[in-house]
Nanobody, 119 residues
Framework: QVQVVESGGGLVQAGGSLRLSCVAS????????GNWYRQAPGKQRESVAG???????KYADSVKGRFTISRDNAKNTVYLQMMSLKPEDTAVYYC?????????????WGQGTQVTVSS
């Protein structure tokens, strides 16, 4: 069974750092593209960062210069390194991967990991 699982969330003080991991597993697959989203209480889910198969990255303006998305193809893992965290970064962070399985591509979401930044 194919699944995408996030980890690495937690409670951190403002100015601190966390690294989130997103692992895709369960079949012979390749991550075409990986994206991180977040959803704060009472707000809509928003895009945070993305990385495509060629390694090109994109970021929301609110996290540029503080967050870095990367990938390890051998481990089928996408990372989100978060630095200089602010209380407004508090949210549930979700990973979405476009996975190539056989001749087809599928979109999978993880269950989310909570990031809480205290002031």
């Amino acid at each position: 069974q194919v699944q995408v699982v996030e980890s690495g969330g937690g409670l951190v003080q403002a100015g601190g750092s966390l690294r989130l991991s997103c692992v895709a597993s369960g079949s012979t697959l390749t991550i075409n593209a990986g994206n991180w989203y977040r959803q704060a209480p009472g707000k809509q889910r928003e895009s945070v960062a993305g990385i495509n198969s060629g390694g090109t990255t994109k970021y929301a303006d609110s996290v540029k210069g503080r967050f870095t998305i990367s990938r390890d193809n051998a481990k089928n893992t996408v990372y989100l390194q978060m630095m200089s965290l602010k209380p407004e970064d508090t949210a549930v962070y979700y990973c979405n991967c476009d996975l190539k399985i056989g001749d087809y591509s599928y979109s999978y979401w993880g269950q989310g990991t909570q990031v809480t930044v205290s002031s």
